[in-house]
Structure formats: C-alpha cells, structure tokens
C-alpha cells in the first residue's frame, strides 16, 4: 500500500551475469538476510526506491491524519475523543520516524515535504475519501489500518535497516488503531438499528477503498518484482489484498454486517476466500488527483505547513543559539 506506482528505475531484474562485481555482493548481501545500512554502497535504483517507497509511506501517516481530524470536536463522548487525540498524533509520530529514516538516504526532510505539496510524490488513495460519519472513524480503524498492519508487518524485515527498524513501534501502535476502530465498529453494530446501519454504510464505502490500498494486481505492477528482489517489498499486492479479505471477512461476520461483495465465497479447494473484481478505474482516477478529497487534502497540508513556518525558524534560531554559547 505504501508502494502504489512507486517506480524502481528498472526495467526487468537482472540476473547475475548482468550485474557488476558490486551489485552482485550487493545482491548476496540480500539474500542473506543482512541489513542494508546508511553507510553501505548500495545500486542507486534501490537508494531511490527506498527514498520513494519511505516517503509515500511518510506522507501517507501525515495526510492520513486529516480524515480522522475531521471528528476530534464531533466525537461522542470524551473519552471517544481523547483516544482519537492520541491516535492522530501516533499517525504524526509515524511519519517523523519514517522521514528520518529517509534523511539516512541523503535527502531533505524539506525537500520531500515539497515533493508532496508539488504533487510529484503521491500518499495512499484511502486518504482521499471524506468520513461522512462516525463509523468511518471505527472503519479507518478497522480497515485501514487492518490493511496497514498487513502491510507493515512483513516491513519490518524489509532488506534496509532503518527503515525495518521504524516499522517496529509503528506496528504495535497500528495494532492498537484497528483494535480501537473494531471496537467503535462493535458498539455501533450492537447499538439501536440506525446505529448498525451506519456501521454498515461506512462497510459499504470504506471496504473497495481499502482492498485498493495494496496496489494494482501484480500483473500490472511492473516495478514488483524488483522491489522483492531486493527485499525491499516480502510479498505482492494480490497476496497481501488476499491475507486481508481473509482475515477480515469473520471479523465483519462476527459483527454482524455484510461484506457489500456479491461474489464473496469461501474456496475450500483453495482455502482462501473468493471475491469480485475492482474498480481500477477509480483507483486510477484518485491517483491521478480526482478523488473526493485530494485538492482538499493537499491545500489541508500546505497551509499547516505555511502556518507553522514561525515554529521551525524560531527552533532553528534557539539551536543556532545555543550552539554559539557552547562556541563561545
């Protein structure tokens, strides 16, 4: 999910002959398991992957602040809203591990903030829709960030070190998340007949969105193939999206809502469970900046980056500061 469309600069995996002396040490470091470090040589196409890959993923935790931001002042009780307070600022956590992982790559915390604002580097298409209700805080919670932690798990063997290393707090605080938004998801469920109705609803609009979040089938997802290679990326979209519905289809039985899948069957020859087709289109669509949400989100983050610009110089003035008495 934190992959979509990233680009790895290559073509087709190389095989060993192809490769240089240093690519293919590169390679056998790998394949053994051994992290890949900052200080490490390391093929510049897997620098820039890792710089891609970890900076979608960052701006996905900040961006993905704001559709949770929306019910903060509409939460139903006090406590509803002091967990969804701290859950919103684990997902800014999340981000500030993941831009430092990237800094260790040789880029600018700066300079991918301008990417993101500019347009050129995307965030997870799941943010670009609205929370029309307050099930749609317990579906985020239950759905994406099930998908999340589908995701992220596998990441925290990805082949670079620091970016293994974030992954680690950041599963066990998203394993928290889905258990909070599967808990709202339970009260609504067992609550009057509106309130199971507005569970289902957020069912309804939220379940596409999500099975959207691991990426385009991996016969269309060009660049797969060399991301495992290097062990950036442990399984392929079609097997994390089938982990998911898996896992997720009981939890909604068990809820008592219907997965909105005419075609949903369970495969016993398979062992998996069977569904319909998506819409890629609307993948596509949202991708390219014409989901419901993406100008609103991006002008969101733009302004609370030009709002904050006062906080950043005075942090840097009082460093600047400090430093000269220590020069001093």
């Not at 003035?317 to 008495?325: D, G, I, L, N, P």
Request: contains cysteine; hydrophobic residues 40%.
């Amino acid at each position: 999910m934190y992959a979509q469309m990233v680009d790895t600069g290559v073509r087709s995996v190389k095989d060993a002959a192809a490769m240089t002396p240093e690519e293919q040490a590169f390679q056998a470091r790998i394949d053994a398991d051994v992290k890949v470090e900052p200080k490490d040589w390391m093929p510049e196409h897997y620098r820039r992957t890792l710089i891609r890959q970890i900076q979608q993923h960052a701006h996905s935790e900040i961006v993905g602040m704001l559709p949770e931001g929306n019910w903060v002042t509409r939460a139903p009780t006090l406590k509803r809203k002091a967990i969804l307070m701290a859950k919103i600022q684990d997902e800014g956590g999340h981000g500030l591990y993941l831009y430092s992982a990237a800094e260790t790559l040789g880029v600018s915390r700066d300079d991918l903030i301008a990417d993101l604002h500019a347009g050129r580097v995307k965030y997870s298409s799941i943010f670009n829709y609205p929370t029309l209700t307050w099930a749609d805080i317990g579906a985020i919670g239950w759905l994406v960030d099930g998908a999340a932690i589908m995701n992220q798990v596998p990441l925290q063997r990805t082949s670079y070190g620091p970016y293994a290393r974030a992954m680690v707090r950041i599963c066990k605080e998203e394993s928290f998340h889905q258990r909070q938004g599967y808990e709202i998801m339970m009260h609504l469920a067992q609550g009057t007949p509106e309130q199971k109705r507005m569970a289902q609803d957020a069912l309804d609009r939220w379940w596409q969105p999500s099975l959207m979040m691991f990426g385009p089938p991996d016969a269309d997802s060009v660049h797969s193939a060399q991301s495992m290679q290097w062990k950036i990326k442990l399984l392929s979209n079609d097997e994390l999206r089938q982990r998911f519905v898996d896992q997720t289809v009981p939890q909604a039985d068990y809820l008592g809502l219907t997965v909105p899948d005419p075609q949903l069957r369970w495969n016993a020859e398979r062992g998996h469970y069977d569904f319909g087709p998506i819409d890629w289109r609307e993948f596509y669509d949202v991708l390219k900046g014409n989901g419901p949400c993406n100008r609103d989100r991006i002008r969101t983050r733009v302004k609370a980056w030009e709002d904050g610009a006062w906080v950043r110089e005075a942090a840097v003035a009082h460093a600047e500061k400090r430093a000269a008495r220590k020069a001093a």
